[in-house]
């Protein structure tokens, strides 16, 4: 018999615990970087269209499925047609899969946290990075080399936290977890801004985030850079929403909910670009170099630059590990949410108490993870990142927006979340959901699986792509659709 369902305790716990999953790595290294090339505050003008046409309609359509369907993404699917099951798996394996490498950079961002505390990176932090922590020799993505057990080590403690907090359950683990991370969070990210903003330079760093390059507005690239990492930082279309919201008691608030979770993720994208441009800004001061000289893009950003920053900085033993506390709490809360996606995907499926499915979870993800501990680790993290995001999250979210879009009626997702909701949300919905979103969705994916065929990535070997690549992503496919052959009907689960 099909188990009672668990409950979020409150409603800040779930928009918490919502916006924990949202505010990721990504907000503090990439979107100030994304800011910085697409032109700087003329690319809000972008990203704030992006997240009104794309990102709160699609977080109103992924509580209302969640809250609606009262299941993992799998089941929400399966009970929308028998046939489209498979959907809600191929998300759950795109989640499972940025669980098992996402662990790896929290993992990195522990041992700098203890680093911080004496600068013990040196001066050379380039140096040190790649080639003393990471020992990254003349390997390969498919040649790995030996497990390294200093990333070992903060990936055993990072695993710990997040088993903890599936393990306990919704109200007593994620919920207690996301109350006291979140506000720790905007309180570090504060504090730091507080103190940054004040030195020497920092506000040349923020004008030059700022200052608007108008010029771009009209590149496309810009708009398909604003769309992608509207998608890329709001957890959606990888099955996390659904499950978080299937959790949600029956009064409940989805519009504003999902509004306060986009506008205080963006919120925080914004606030980390301010953080990093002012310490950006100090640096390229210090150094006498034009700040173009001292950015960096992805994890170059915040595990080179900002510790070359650190050691500038006054009072580096405190602003350094508050910085890196930062980081591993944003880690944290999203890798807490990417395993709850595919720990309530199994409960669903299996009808396995939450204990056990925690523990197979975050079992074998562990034992997965470990490929990522070694000298090869951050040429296959870098590897597999770029399709799963490029490619499989991007056609996951398109899929979507067409099933729900076109197949199914609209109306009736928008009907229920205003019947639910204080304020109610009109046309504009179904416009986005049914068109703006998914021709950007369509374009962006099309220009990334055309420059990708043709161009390759990264200067892998064409070997490594078509495994750990294409292979990777078409495997997903493969066995999302077996399981829903496979499958019983929703009913006859849980009946």
């Known amino acids: 018999m099909f188990m009672k369902r668990e409950q979020w305790g409150s409603r800040p716990g779930f928009i918490l615990a919502a916006v924990g999953s949202a505010i990721g790595l990504g907000n503090i290294w990439r979107f100030p970087y994304m800011a910085y090339e697409n032109g700087g505050g003329a690319f809000f003008i972008p990203y704030l269209f992006a997240m009104i046409s794309a990102g709160i309609p699609f977080m ?11 299941g993992a993404a799998p089941r929400a699917f ?150 992608g990492q509207i998608f890329f930082t709001l957890s959606v279309g990888f099955a996390i929403m659904i499950a978080y919201s299937s959790y949600l008691p029956e009064k409940s608030d ?56 650190i050691n500038l900085l006054p009072a580096p033993y405190i602003l350094g590990p508050l910085f890196f506390l930062a980081l591993v709490v944003a880690g944290l809360s999203s890798h807490i949410s990417i395993i709850e996606a595919v ?5 669903d499926k299996l009808n396995w108490s939450r204990k056990k499915a925690a523990s197979v979870v975050c079992g074998v993800g562990f034992a997965v993870s470990m490929a990522f501990a070694t000298n090869g680790g951050l040429l296959l993290l870098d590897l597999v990142d770029y399709f799963i995001n490029n490619v499989a999250l991007l056609a996951s979210c398109l899929v979507e927006l067409i099933v729900i879009g076109w197949l199914l009626k609209i109306s009736d997702i928008r009907d229920y979340a205003n019947d639910l909701s204080d304020f109610s949300i ?70």
């Open 78 to 227: 399966s009970k929308l047609g028998v046939k489209l099951e498979w959907l809600g798996w191929f998300q759950v394996f795109i989640a499972a899969v940025i669980a098992v490498y996402y662990v790896a950079i929290i993992g990195w961002a522990i041992s700098y946290l203890g680093y911080s505390f004496t600068q013990s990176w040196g001066t050379d932090t380039n140096a040190f990075f790649f080639s003393e922590y990471l020992q990254l020799g003349e390997n390969s993505p498919s040649k790995l080399g030996n497990l390294q057990m200093h990333i070992v080590l903060p990936m055993v403690l990072a695993w710990g936290i997040t088993f903890a907090a599936i393990f306990t359950g919704i109200k007593g683990g994620i919920e207690r977890a996301s109350k006291i991370m979140m506000p720790l969070l905007f309180l570090m990210v504060i504090g730091l801004i507080t103190r940054v903003v004040f030195l020497p330079g920092a506000l040349d760093g923020i004008n030059y985030l700022f200052e608007p390059d108008f010029s771009k507005i009209t590149d496309p690239t810009v708009w398909s850079a604003a769309y």
């Open 254 to 309: 989805i519009n504003n909910n999902a509004f306060m979770t986009v506008l205080i993720n963006c919120g925080f994208s914004i606030t980390s670009g301010v953080l990093i441009f002012a310490v950006l800004g100090y640096m390229a001061q210090d150094q006498a170099k034009p700040i173009t000289e001292v950015v960096t893009a992805g994890v170059g950003l915040a595990f080179v630059t900002i510790p070359a920053a």
């Open 426 to 495: 009109g046309k504009w919905f179904e416009i986005c959901i049914r068109f703006i979103s998914p021709i950007m969705l369509a374009v962006i994916l099309a220009t990334n699986l055309w420059k990708t065929f043709n161009e390759g990535y990264g200067g892998y070997e064409m070997s490594d792509l078509l495994m750990l690549g294409w292979g990777l992503v078409a495997a997903m496919f493969v066995v999302a659709v077996i399981i829903n052959v496979t499958s019983k009907s929703p009913s006859q689960q849980e009946g």
């Open 60 to 70: 109103i359509m992924e509580f209302t499925l969640g809250h609606k369907l009262r």
């Open 343 to 347: 720990t309530s995907a199994v409960i």
